[in-house]
């Protein structure tokens, strides 16, 4: 419920705010004890010195495909530290945050298995501030950094299993680097964490309702509001079922989440992909029951429809989704 308030009234700012948790997860996740100690409250700040964190996997060359990442960790022997070589994109919060994690190749010969997550400290050197591209709502803090610094010479072990000077040593069965960065991506929502951004996605849908609904009841054509006309009021009834369907879909992953039940049957990809859908969508179809007016800045819904866009595209895109959702249902 506090993340849906929050992104009512701007998706830009709750989104650094709340992206931090991606960051945390991914310690809480892998981190021993003592990285966890350390780390993660240096992260939030307190209220009186607030901090953000990022979590850093997506690179000019690598989104969906985690296993072409280039970003180099090589261990230095003689300082006893990790030194990482990269270039990294779409992190949210990236170049102004306090704390970095950072998701790098140790062994290239094991593929995706051969990553490993680094934290990377406030003023690490080699670590520059971001390159913010443009981009069509300049208030989503989505930035491009290059990482070219030592972090805690201590990196993320794979499911805590402790790291080997050079290469991780995974799990049996399950200790994937890859899959790793992808989970702690997903378990961001939707593991330990709230929900963040299919949370982020269903603020966009109440809000772009009920300026679609009161619009429609106070503009007058043809003599009477459009909200009588039933090509209106359908849009507008369609639009409501859906964003309540949407609500059930992450409520449900949510609470499988926190009682620590598996997705078996992709239910966090289902809701991933049918909130997003959704967002966009729905937003779309506001800005076309306000008409020429829905294209202005003279009222929000046009805000709504480019923050709204972004959600079919990170932290899974819809088509990742339904790859995931088509792969479950067939085995």
Not at 123 to 129: A, D, K, S
Not at 201 to 221: E, N
Request: charged share 25%; with cysteine; net charge positive.
């Amino acid at each position: 419920m506090t993340m849906e308030e929050l992104f009512w009234g701007d998706a830009g700012i709750a989104l650094s705010i709340v992206g931090t948790g991606l960051a945390a997860v991914g310690v809480l996740a892998n981190g021993t004890e003592e990285q966890i100690g350390t780390w993660v409250p240096q992260m939030y700040g307190d209220a009186d010195d607030v901090k953000v964190a990022a979590f850093c996997s997506s690179e000019p060359d690598a989104g969906s495909d985690v296993a072409s990442m280039r970003t180099r960790a090589v261990y230095d022997e003689a300082k006893d530290e990790w030194v990482l070589n990269g270039t990294k994109t779409w992190a949210t919060n990236g170049g102004i945050a306090n704390v970095h994690v950072v998701v790098a190749v140790v062994d290239p010969e094991l593929g995706s298995k051969g990553h490993a997550s680094f934290i990377v400290p406030p003023n690490t050197p080699g670590l520059p501030g971001p390159e913010v591209p443009e981009a069509r709502h300049p208030r989503l803090p989505h930035r491009r950094g290059r990482p070219g610094g030592r972090p805690d010479p201590r990196p993320l072990p794979p499911g805590r299993q402790g790291q080997a000077r050079r290469a991780p040593r995974p799990r049996p069965g399950e200790g994937q680097g890859g899959r790793r960065a992808r989970e702690e991506r997903r378990d961001g929502h939707l593991r330990g964490l709230p929900p963040r951004r299919r949370r982020h996605g269903r603020w966009h849908r109440p809000r772009c309702v009920r300026g679609g609904l009161d619009y429609a009841k106070t503009r007058v054509q043809f003599g009477r509001p459009i909200i009588e006309n039933q090509g209106v009021a359908f849009q507008l009834a369609d639009m409501a079922t859906r964003i309540d369907a949407a609500r059930l879909l992450v409520w449900r992953a949510s609470w499988m989440a926190t009682a620590g039940k598996p997705f078996t049957s992709a239910e966090g990809s289902m809701s991933k992909l049918y909130a997003s859908e959704v967002a966009k969508e729905v937003t779309a179809q506001a800005i076309q029951i306000l008409g020429g007016n829905g294209y202005t800045r003279e009222y929000p819904v046009e805000r709504m429809h480019r923050d709204a866009a972004i959600y079919t595209i990170f932290e899974g895109t819809s088509e990742i989704q339904r790859l995931v959702i088509s792969r479950t249902i067939a085995k």
